[in-house]
């Protein structure tokens, strides 16, 4: 189960890196200002059609980072359940 939650941990880094550079490359619509910070660098990279082709890898990217965060929500919760401090408190003796 933790092994499980680790390599959600790393695959969540990775899809949030490449998000993250994705959302960068993609124009905005004030072009003019993002011009100057080289976001026409997908277009020269890429070619014409590669503002489509960003924005469905970021549509799936966005679900997958979302698809592993539950993921990792629902693990968190069922790790804790098992490991509760409360199981660990050994059970009154009655007094004899």
Not at 26 to 44: M, N, Y
């Amino acid at each position: 189960m933790e092994f499980l939650y680790g390599l959600l941990t790393v695959l969540l880094l990775i899809v949030s890196g490449l998000l993250i550079l994705l959302v960068l490359m993609q124009k905005t619509k004030g072009a003019e200002i993002g011009a100057v910070f080289g976001s026409g660098a997908a277009k020269a990279v890429l070619g014409a059609s590669a503002t489509t082709i960003l924005t469905k890898v970021t549509y799936w990217l966005g679900a997958i980072f979302m698809v592993i965060v539950i993921g990792m929500s629902y693990l968190s919760n069922h790790m804790a359940k098992s490991k509760s401090v409360i199981n660990d408190i050994p059970a009154e003796q009655p007094k004899k």
